[in-house]
């Protein structure tokens, strides 16, 4: 399952690919921060954020887009911006006809780690652990986009089912949490690779 993980933001979005295999496996495929100037007018700005989107949908054809839903911060500037480029990305998403899928923070981070409250730190951490990558994706927004993507595909019925029956059948998993599961599936596959990928922000 391949699914574009988007942290919506109008000054950064984060932009993250995955592929996900039946048992939880993640594979970083690709991963962006599409930026626009805070000194072009929204309309400009809107429109970069959405040329870059679809220019990552054009090149990697992902089977399902997660975001991150919006919620109530102090900062109206910040809603209004991520409330923008969340409604830019499900029309690009709805045109191709794929499906979209809203997430909050709690639960993106609970499926990441396990904890519905833990902080950026701890998820950039996991992420990387998952991905078997050397260094933990920055800036944040990148972070996020690629455990957005790994929390929709985790939670998907047949990934979860498939993960099920291999952690039945694994000494030792019974009774984790799925993301510890996947964090010693991750640790079991970086042992029998040949090295982890390496993410060059």
Wanted: with cysteine; hydrophobic share 45%.
């Amino acid at each position: 399952m391949r699914v574009l993980g988007i942290d919506p933001g109008l000054t950064r979005c984060g932009v993250g690919v995955v592929d996900i295999e039946p048992n939880r496996t993640a594979r970083l495929v690709d991963v962006v921060v599409l930026r626009s100037p805070a000194d072009l007018d929204t309309p400009r700005r809107l429109e970069r954020i959405a040329t870059g989107l679809e220019a990552i949908l054009e090149e990697h054809r992902p089977q399902a887009v997660a975001l991150e839903r919006v919620f109530a911060r102090s900062d109206v500037s910040t809603i209004m911006g991520t409330a923008q480029i969340s409604g830019v990305a499900m029309l690009i998403a709805a045109r191709r006809a794929l499906p979209v899928a809203l997430h909050t923070p709690s639960e993106v981070k609970a499926a990441i780690t396990g904890y519905g409250r833990a902080d950026k730190k701890q998820v950039g951490a996991m992420v990387a652990r998952i991905l078997g990558l050397d260094e933990v994706p920055k800036p944040a927004d990148a972070a996020d986009a690629l455990a957005l993507a790994i929390c929709h595909a985790w939670r998907g019925g047949g990934v979860q089912a498939a993960q099920e029956r291999e952690s039945a059948a694994a000494p030792g998993d019974a009774g984790l949490t799925p993301a510890q599961r996947a964090w010693r599936a991750a640790e079991r596959a970086a042992r029998a690779s040949a090295g982890p990928r390496t993410l060059d922000t």
